[in-house]
């Protein structure tokens, strides 16, 4: 099979969507400039032009208005943000109405808003512009959350979004636009709720999301190696959250650590112990472990900001804990993963 980046995955399944159902129309903005938010759009806007790929200012509540009332008389709006952050100017229209709309009506049609963010961190962006809001918009029930982790997923959850009839929030971390995997050239959709084993194991089961995805798959060939086998699995989404197949493969393990990129409290790392705890608790050998940033907001000094994010070492550390119990030895594999750093 063909591979193409994440970015150019997404921009595939814009451009077919596009093609596919004349509906669809894409706003944001600088969704139409040469970047097109990191090339995701650029294809889309020469092809289908400024009347469907629509710059707008820096109106985020009054664009989400917007696209519920386009939604609402049977368009199809995906709109872009180039910081997730400024999703909290957009929670209004997004929680209050399109979330609510078919409960309120009696489920007599939605308004199947589409909305991309990106997440994570960057170079150094501060406290306010480095948040991941799964948690926060997972929160709230009509609402579809999810983290694509590879490029397939990129593409395959975009199009489930895209035909879908319940409103979506698709976050995409930023240092996943570069890598690449193998996607099908055809609009095949991926469907929510249902996670996947990025990697089988035995020993202690990670619960990830989007780029700690990537990180417990280090940590996993890290541990191999000291004879440690990790099962690593992808929830894909956040809500719906695919509660059998976390459960399933904790009973097979017997522990878990769930690695995010949003603080432990209240989070999806809460979440997850929690399904957990009510399900297969009697399966679980030793305490949960959460592997999250700290509970501070992000700082923008460089070597501060490598200490505050979650990375292959840390999750490491926290499954040989749970296998081993050693602290020296934890401390050992810190050593050897020191300065370890994913795709950004």
Known sequence: MRKLTYW????????????????VFVAGEGVDDDKGIYGTTRAAFERFGPTRVIDVPNSENATA???????????????????ADFLFLAMDALVNLAAKWRYMYGDQGGVPVVTRAVVG???????????????VFGHFPGLHVAMPASPADAKGLLVQALRAQTPTLLLENRGLYRMA?????EAVAVPFGRGRIARPGTDVTV??????????????????????????????????????LICASVARTGRLVVADTSWARYGLAAEVAAVVAENVFDALRR????????????????????????TADRIAAACLEMVDGGPSQVRKLSDVTAGFVGPY
């Open 65 to 83: 208005g917007i696209a519920v009332g386009a939604a609402a008389m049977g368009r199809r709006p995906l709109i872009v943000h180039s910081r």
């Open 121 to 135: 961190r960057g170079w150094g962006q501060g406290a306010t512009h480095s948040q991941s809001l799964q948690s």
């Open 287 to 310: 305490p949960v472990r959460r592997v999250t940033p700290p509970d501070c907001p992000a700082p923008v000094s460089h070597p501060l900001e490598e200490a505050f994010h979650p």
């Open 181 to 185: 995997g193998e996607v099908p050239e």
């Open 8 to 23: 150019q995955a997404i921009s595939e399944a814009t451009v077919q969507c596009m093609a596919e159902d004349p509906a």
């Open 207 to 244: 619960v990830a999301a989007s780029l700690m995805v990537h990180e417990a798959e280090r940590a996993a060939d890290l541990l191999a190696e000291q004879g440690i086998s990790v099962e690593v699995v992808d929830v894909r989404s956040v809500r719906p959250l695919d509660e059998e």
